[in-house]
């Protein structure tokens, strides 16, 4: 009802005169103050991580301007010097932008594309299971991996792919097969990436969508079983809708960090055989910035921010008006 | 209601704690005192802190000699040590080698946060690093603490041509520390393996192929399996093209490198040379041969010594200390006590030209003091510790330990480790190397009698002395090509390009991704020059000439 009237009172405050539309703006204030205060420990939660958002993320975007400068550390961010978009130029004159380019969007696209109907499946056979102790033993080991870094994936992959002593190669061979060097052939270094950032983060995903899942009501499943449903009929008319607007949140989010294609892992995982289909645009400044170049890294940050926004919010139009979906 | 007020309480509790930790100033840096205050008082002149009597604050970053040991603990008896000789509140903190290291250089750069002192690390050439920082005004020159070092100036500092490499417009801006024993590196070969094969030692590139295609095919090891390879190594992110393991084929054609140093009449890049085509389809036949751990590309320098202990190779290039000391080569002599290591000399390519071992270019860790310190007046402090790290009690105390308890004194001068109460706390054992991690970087002079003390013999678990040094005297004896005015040279500003170019190319002509003709040889060639590599070649030659390099 509050919300009628508050909406009511917009709608009518647009078509009045100037003058009265400014006398209401106190009286508006005074309305959100009231409502603040009743809910004030609520709100009181919310400073924490504004705090957060402001310290680390609102206020080092100023420091953003090297980007446009000759940054010299002594000088400080407003001491050095303003060179325009030089260091933009460098990066995109760079001589392998388009191939980092579309490495990135590649990782990215592909981790999202075939890691997310994976994690939808993984969420919804888990929400099928009427065993606890199955569904709590899955759900926790295919959480874990989440929790192992790169660097002992890097061992556990040369265990199992090492071409001299990997499990996958000794099985290749014992069927009479030759060895693959599946981490330096560019034939399939990608398929290596995203398929281990499947296997180490599908349980991870899968918790966003078990989370929609049970808030799906029972009575529908009910409903369609009195009716005559088998368990795929309500997987699909019922599992998969109740899911669609986290499926469009996760897309949206994710669009947003289109290039970012996951530095630690390509870093740890990429060689010089594989750098021209492993190459991307982090691990390019990573390499460029053993030079100084802190400017153009920045550069490169700024502009795959940039990119990623217009990215989400033309993502976001697409959605309200094909899926009736959006996030803002 | 009682549940409620706590629940409030609580959470004003829990708010209030987060903004303030938020909003509490982070650890105040010194304050920078304005330009203009002189960077480093004389050695004569006192710190404030020293007057007042407040022990003086210094970080130190450096790598450390045992990279697997980690930090001495926070009660070692070296922190302790200079707090109360030197009134020096010592903070050493390891950082890491090659890139890793040179980018927490770089990060601490980028926000003026760089330690007092601290090695210039880079995985091109420190000198140029040590030039950069300070033409980006973030570190001081240290002329003054020279003065103030007479004994370290006699110990460590008395190679003026390598000291030269740091002084820019008459200024000394970075300390060239002793480095470690030069052409340190060398090929060595299983001999139980040749034996129990009748094969002999390979002298020539072609002759190391067969050996190591019977390494790799005629179970060397005899376990019955079918788990050894010729050849392991792994590619070095640090050098350019094969990298440093694999250039010993590069150097039987005369071209280790990237440089050519070896010809100093047609400088330039190695890979300009006719033949260096040639090293690489060399190296091809070893590569097609699957006589090289197929995982060369992929794996680090800690995993590549895991395994040659384990007994998965043949035929390696290795460190000699990294081989052969007492500690490094405990788990192979654990896991094959009639195993033996033999070196190996510079081997001859078919082309007849003279072979090079390999290129050395180190000229020793170089060290800086951080503008900001010497603004905020460390610079004696820093000094007094360099100085007393070459007294006698430093030099002893960070260079072996506690006597008595770490170490003896021979009566002819020699550190031993001979009739310690408990010889795991040797100075030397595998269990106190934490204790003396500066000892490479900042203690260590190549003094003979140090030298002795530091490379031991010993008995392997069949009763064979194991000399570190005699394969050091090996090594350091072949044909080396000396690259050390590399250090010199400057890296184009487009490195990162042309060095994924260089070695992408070079590594796909040796793992047979690209073919190797001369045609796709010369669009190499072409590749580079767009990319500007004749015009590094030639301010190259350019930077050399003006040092007074004899180079064309």
């Known amino acids: ?328 | 209601m009682l549940r409620t007020t706590f629940v409030k309480g609580a959470l004003i509790g829990l708010v209030l704690i987060v903004v303030a930790s938020a909003c509490a100033p982070a650890s105040t840096p010194a304050q920078t005192p304005a330009p203009s205050q002189p960077t480093v008082a004389a050695p004569a002149q006192p710190t404030q802190a020293a007057v007042s009597g407040k022990p003086v604050d210094v970080e130190l970053w450096a790598q450390a000699t045992s990279t697997q040991a980690g930090a001495p603990p926070d009660d070692w008896v070296g922190y302790k040590t200079i707090r109360e000789k030197l009134n020096i509140n010592l903070k050493y903190v390891i950082i890491p080698t090659g890139a890793d290291g040179e980018t927490k250089i770089n990060a601490a750069a980028a926000a003026n946060a760089l330690p007092d002192f601290f090695q210039t690390v880079s995985t091109s050439s420190e000198r140029n690093k040590c030039l950069e920082l300070y033409k980006q005004g973030l570190i001081a020159p240290i002329d003054d603490l020279m003065k103030a070092m007479p004994t370290r100036v006699k110990t460590h500092y008395n190679d003026p041509a390598a000291l030269s490499l740091t002084k820019f417009d008459g200024k000394q801006l970075c300390t060239v520390e002793v480095p470690n024993l030069p052409r340190r590196e060398g090929l060595v070969i299983r001999k139980d393996w040749l034996d129990k094969l009748g094969l002999k030692a390979p002298t020539t590139i072609d002759e190391l192929l067969v050996v190591a295609k019977a390494f790799t095919t005629q179970d060397p090891d005899g376990d019955g399996k079918n788990d050894t390879y010729g050849i392991g190594g792994y590619w070095d992110s640090g050098t350019w093209g094969l990298g440093n393991r694999f250039e010993f084929v590069t150097g039987a054609y005369g071209l280790p490198g990237l440089w050519n140093f070896a010809n100093p009449d047609h400088f330039g890049l190695n890979v300009r040379d006719p033949d260096y085509p040639k090293a690489l389809a060399a190296f091809k036949q070893f590569v097609d041969a699957k006589v090289i751990d197929p995982d060369w590309a992929t794996i680090k320098r800690d995993e590549f010594r895991i395994r040659w202990p384990q007994g998965r190779y043949g035929i390696m290039w290795e460190d000699f200390a990294a081989l052969a000391m007492k500690s490094n080569y405990a788990k192979f002599d654990g896991n094959f006590p009639n195993g033996e290591w033999v070196p190996l000399p510079a081997l001859q390519a078919p082309t007849g030209k003279k072979a090079y071992y390999n290129a050395y270019g180190s000229v020793g860790n170089i060290f800086a003091m951080s503008k900001k310190a010497a603004d905020a007046g460390k610079g004696p402090a820093i000094a007094k510790l360099l100085e007393w790290m070459a007294s006698p009690e430093g030099y002893y105390l960070l260079g072996f330990g506690v006597e008595g308890v770490n170490y003896k004194v021979s009566s002819d001068g020699v550190v031993v480790t001979t009739g310690l109460p408990d010889a795991k706390l040797a100075w030397n054992a595998e269990g106190t190397q934490n204790l003396t991690q500066m000892r490479n970087q900042l203690i260590f002079t190549n003094d003979p009698k140090e030298v002795a003390a530091r490379y031991v013999d010993f008995k392997s678990k069949n009763g064979r002395t194991i000399s570190p040094m005699s394969f050091y005297q090996f090594f350091s004896t072949q044909p080396w090509v000396d690259s050390k005015p590399g250090q010199l040279i400057v890296y184009p500003s487009n490195r990162a390009d042309l060095k994924r170019f260089y070695d992408e190319n070079i590594l796909a002509f040796v793992l047979g991704t690209k073919p190797l003709n001369d045609q796709t040889w010369a669009d190499f060639l072409k590749g580079l020059d767009n990319l500007g590599a004749g015009k590094w070649e030639a301010d190259a030659k350019k930077t050399l000439q003006d040092a007074g390099y004899a180079v064309k």
């Open chain 1, 1 to 328: 009802m509050g919300q009628y009237v508050h909406r009511s009172t917009l709608a009518t405050a647009r078509v009045l005169s100037a003058p009265t539309r400014r006398a209401l703006v106190p009286e508006r204030l005074g309305r959100l103050a009231r409502e603040m205060w009743k809910h004030r420990w609520l709100y009181l939660l919310l400073v924490p991580p504004l705090t957060y958002y402001v310290i680390f993320r609102y206020i080092p975007i100023y420091n953003a301007q090297i980007a446009f400068k000759d940054f010299r550390p002594l000088l400080g961010v407003e001491g050095s010097a303003w060179v325009g978009f030089e260091h933009f130029q460098t990066f995109f004159h760079s001589y392998y932008f388009t191939d980092l380019i579309v490495n990135t969007v590649v990782f990215s696209t592909g981790k999202l594309v075939l890691g997310m109907p994976v994690a939808i499946v993984l969420a919804i056979a888990i929400h099928e299971s009427r065993f606890m102790f199955f569904r709590s033993l899955v759900q926790t080991v295919t959480y874990l991996p989440h929790f192992l870094s790169w660097v002992i994936m890097l061992g556990l992959l040369l265990g199992l792919l090492s071409p001299s002593s990997g499990m996958i190669n000794e099985g290749i061979q014992a069927a009479g097969g030759q060895p693959i060097p599946f981490l330096t052939s560019p034939d399939w270094f990608r398929q290596v990436v995203i398929s281990s950032d499947i296997w180490k983060d599908t349980g991870w995903s899968t918790i966003l969508y078990l989370a929609a899942l049970l808030g799906i009501s029972p009575d529908l499943y009910e409903a369609a079983a009195v009716d005559g449903a088998s368990r795929w009929r309500r997987i699909w008319h019922i599992s998969l809708p109740g899911i669609v607007p986290v499926m469009v949140l996760i897309t949206l989010l994710r669009l947003g960090n289109i290039l970012d294609a996951g530095f630690n892992q390509i870093f740890i995982l990429y060689s010089v055989p594989v750098y021209s289909v492993g190459d991307i645009i982090d691990t390019w400044v990573y390499r460029s910035m053993l030079d100084f170049q802190f400017s153009v890294g920045t550069a490169v940050g700024l502009f795959k921010g940039v990119f990623g926004l217009v990215l989400i919010l033309v993502a976001n139009q697409v959605a309200k008006r094909t899926a009736n979906q959006s996030l803002f």
